[in-house]
């Protein structure tokens, strides 16, 4: 349902929301900490500032930030600038000629897509660092914490890692 492209913007947008200040950070900082060839990650992070998710900034002291703060992007946004989007089901996908309405089964198969698309456009990606005993969750393949990252909790910011 989601392209690996879109996994890895998810990756990108969900470390730049952790970070303690809002500093860009280099594309090879973020390919490091969530473990995306850099190569492909900077094409990533170009499309998601295209698309207004990630302002970019040139320079020595360059790199990407969020455009935004982490409470205003759902992860459907994310989803959409980085051009994946939910493939709802409005007509036969079997293209029977005279099936003017959705049988029962994709009545059913649409229903649940409508419901995930509605999760993912109210999650946001605050939504998503909030983790269980304030440890927020980016692993690697073999779940491992790839990154440490700060985690505020009443206005009081401290460093955690695994």
């Known amino acids: 349902m989601i392209s690996q492209t879109s996994e890895y913007a998810l990756r990108a947008a969900l470390f730049l929301a952790a970070r303690d200040d809002d500093s860009p950070a280099s594309a090879h900082e973020i390919s490091d900490a969530v473990r995306v060839p850099v190569g492909y990650l900077q094409k990533i992070l170009r499309m998601l500032a295209k698309q207004g998710i990630l302002v970019a900034q040139r320079g020595t002291n360059g790199g990407f930030a969020l455009a935004k703060v982490a409470t205003s992007i759902s992860v459907l946004d994310v989803l959409r600038a980085s051009d994946t989007e939910i493939q709802r089901i409005t007509r036969c996908p079997l293209g ?19 419901r995930t698309e509605r999760t993912f456009a109210g999650t946001t990606l605050a939504d998503l660092l909030d983790g269980d005993g304030g440890v927020r969750s980016l692993c690697d393949a073999k779940g491992r914490l790839p990154i440490s990252i700060s985690v505020e909790r009443g206005g009081d910011k401290k460093r955690t890692s695994e």
């Open 96 to 114: 029977i000629k005279g099936h003017t309405n959705l049988c029962s089964l994709h009545r059913l198969l649409d229903d649940e897509l409508a």
